[in-house]
């Protein structure tokens, strides 16, 4: 019997489309439950850590989006042929991260006089260092992150992305033709073309 699973998070993709597009991948019915942020201040009290995303499988509670994103990737055998391909997908992953956390200290800073002068540098040299040693990677791997095949990686990359480029204002595949092919390639899969058809239009 196949697992129920709920996912709750924001109503919108940010840090719960890679989980989104896991279950997607492997033809996963779930429940997508966005709440209205007005009611974040009733449902955080009911998190394990009091942050979201948060995954429900058969009714256990699970947090932390990365690992639930690597949990997924097991049971679809998208973690690499080996150990070593699977350390290679979590050192992009926690690159990725990285890279997010250097946006978000810009796009979540809430005092104007600090945040305004942190734009232009992510925009001139943060974000290219990164885009460009991932399209390099790309281009050496075959068209993907590790191993000429699809891994979550992948998978991981592309939903994060628009979270990313809007917040920094930025297109992450314009100048940068392996992570444009990539992007191409993921938005194709059957299963993540319908997903990408049916999520809300506004998130």
């Known amino acids: 019997m196949a697992p129920k699973y709920k996912m709750t998070y924001f109503p919108v993709q940010g840090l719960g489309e890679p989980i989104r597009f896991l279950l997607a991948y492997g033809n996963n019915e779930f429940e997508d439950y966005r709440f209205d942020r007005n009611d974040w201040p009733k449902i955080k009290p009911t998190c394990p850590f009091g942050k979201v995303p948060v995954l429900e499988i058969d009714g256990k509670t699970t947090h932390q989006s990365t690992a639930i994103c690597r949990y997924l990737a097991k049971q679809q055998n998208l973690c690499g042929k080996n150990d070593w391909e699977s350390l290679q997908i979590d050192m992009i992953v926690d690159t990725i991260s990285d890279l997010r956390l ?6 979540y800073d809430q005092n104007e006089a600090t945040k305004a002068p942190k734009l232009a540098p992510l925009q001139k040299e943060t974000v290219p260092f990164y885009l460009s040693r991932f399209d390099k990677m790309v281009g050496e791997n075959g068209g993907y992150f590790v191993g000429g095949q699809l891994t979550w990686a992948d998978l991981y990359f ?8 809007d917040m920094v204002n930025l297109d992450f595949f314009k100048d940068y033709p392996n992570l444009r092919n990539l992007n191409e390639k993921v938005v194709s899969i059957p299963q993540i073309k319908d997903w990408i058809a049916r999520r809300p239009a506004n998130a």
Not at 102 to 107: D, E, G, R, W
């Open 158 to 165: 592309i939903a994060i992305s628009k979270y990313l480029m």
């Open 102 to 107: 250097q946006i978000a200290n810009y796009f």
